[in-house]
């Protein structure tokens, strides 16, 4: 069975520090990996997301991932954190064909200090 | 519409009664999907539409939850004799072909 790990369950970091939010995912196929954004009271916003080619992706907000195979990780990465990152991170896996269930972590969350 | 719309926002219930959850999904978006989000959790699947048909329900938790896309577009979640332990997000989700598109939730409370 698919699932995904999360191991941070808060993170908190200085406004203009680096950023990364581990994520390490169990898939028996080629996966489909998301990272999602959720604001207080918001729903799921799509930051970027991985379905073949150049294991690093770039997503909004300045955000970007980096697919690795070997370790079943997908990483996501801010070089400078503004005080509006602040919020709750989600990886997600799904499966290569696309418009099926995925499957989210259970989620950072994203604290910015000044 | 422009983007996934779910109604009510927020919904407060007493136990044991019914409820129902509306979604109306992106014009012409094929896929439709319920996600149950309980508090400090990741949302977790429900169930998925592709046109009128329940293509994958095995999310559901029990038999007191059931949900309906009758046309194709809109959809309703429904909930019958519900339970302090159905308090949570429910999230839906449409897609037309790699990419979902979330609403902002309604939020269930039943006391």
């Known amino acids: 069975a698919q699932s995904v790990t999360q191991p941070d369950i808060h993170i908190t970091v200085s406004e203009g520090a680096s950023l990364e939010l581990r994520c390490n995912y169990s898939?028996?196929?080629?996966?489909?990996l998301f990272w999602y954004v959720q604001s207080p009271g918001q729903g799921l916003q799509l930051l970027l997301k991985?379905?073949?080619?150049?294991?690093l992706v770039q997503g909004i907000k300045g955000f970007e991932a980096e697919f690795k195979r070997s370790q079943s990780s997908f990483n996501l990465r801010k070089p400078s954190v503004h005080w509006s990152d602040a919020a709750e991170y989600f990886c997600?896996?799904?499966?290569?064909?696309?418009?099926?269930?995925?499957?989210f972590g259970t989620g950072t969350r994203l604290t910015i200090i000044p | 519409g422009a983007g996934v719309s779910q109604t009510p926002s927020n919904k407060v219930t007493e136990k044991g009664k019914y409820v129902e959850l509306r979604c109306d999904p992106i014009?012409?978006?094929?896929?439709l999907y319920w996600y149950r989000q309980s508090l400090g959790q990741g949302p977790e699947f429900l169930i998925y539409?592709?046109?009128?048909?329940?293509?994958?329900d095995s999310g559901l938790p029990n038999d007191r939850f059931f949900a309906v896309r009758p046309e194709g577009s809109v959809s309703t979640l429904k909930i019958q004799r519900t339970e302090r332990g159905d308090s949570a997000v429910y999230l839906c989700?449409?897609?037309?072909?790699?990419?979902?598109?979330f609403g902002s939730g309604t939020r269930l409370t039943v006391v």
């Open positions: 898939y028996g196929a080629t996966p489909y």
């Open positions: 991985y379905f073949s080619g150049d294991t």
């Open positions: 989700a449409s897609s037309l072909h790699l990419g979902y598109t």
């Open positions: 014009s012409g978006h094929t896929a």
């Open positions: 539409f592709q046109g009128t048909g329940a293509a994958d």
């Open positions: 997600a896996v799904g499966p290569y064909f696309g418009n099926e269930k995925l499957t």
